[in-house]
């Protein structure tokens, strides 16, 4: 799929990383895209990288969400966006830890089962839409992601057959 200028991408953290979000960017179109700690590198306004982990331990209220300016670098060029994050409601922590957990096949750090108890964001788009909106645009394409997995495993929608050699 190709971006076009004023769309949004909602995107996983399979695009967290400087050249997903720039290929974006650089078609006109925003993100919001859920960011992964290890590959998604960001700046504040002098160029120093933000410690993420420092922000999150700050971050005590539950469901309050937060943001800050940020920008990511891609080559010379600095793309400009917001971090937006909130911690997710109490009965939601254990669930968000075993994830965490089950995705790192094994035992995690410290800062991996706090970093679960978060969702956190990266936004290109800087006005027009608050914080909130931006992690309400996020849950929703989880909601859509939802039913795509219970559509192939409920209507067995991923064993349709296909001959074609493109697909």
């Known amino acids: 799929f190709r971006a076009e200028p004023g769309e949004l991408w909602l995107l996983d953290r399979g695009y967290s990383n400087p050249p997903g979000i720039a290929s974006i960017h650089d078609r006109g179109a925003h993100v919001i895209v859920r960011v992964n700690r290890g590959t998604l590198p960001l700046y504040d306004k002098q160029g120093k990288l933000i410690d993420l982990m420092s922000l999150l331990r700050k971050t005590t209220t539950r469901e309050q ?3 800050c300016r ?3 670098h891609e080559g010379k060029r600095k793309i400009a966006g917001r971090l937006c994050w909130a911690r997710v409601p109490e ?3 254990e669930h968000a830890r075993q994830r965490a957990e089950r ?3 094994g035992a995690c750090d410290d800062d991996s ?6 969702v ?3 936004t290109t788009v800087l006005h027009g839409l608050s914080a909130e909106q931006v992690l309400a645009a996020y849950r929703a394409r989880w ?3 939802l039913d795509f997995k219970r ?3 409920i209507r067995e929608l991923d064993s349709l057959p296909n001959f074609l050699p493109e697909t």
């Not at 089962?113 to 978060?118: D, G, V």
């Open 113 to 118: 089962l706090l970093a679960a108890e978060f």
């Open 103 to 105: 995705e790192a096949e």
């Open 120 to 122: 956190i964001v990266f």
């Open 70 to 72: 940020v920008f990511v």
């Open 65 to 67: 969400v937060r943001q």
């Open 143 to 145: 909601q859509v992601e």
């Open 151 to 153: 559509a192939k495993s």
């Open 91 to 93: 009965d939601k922590v």
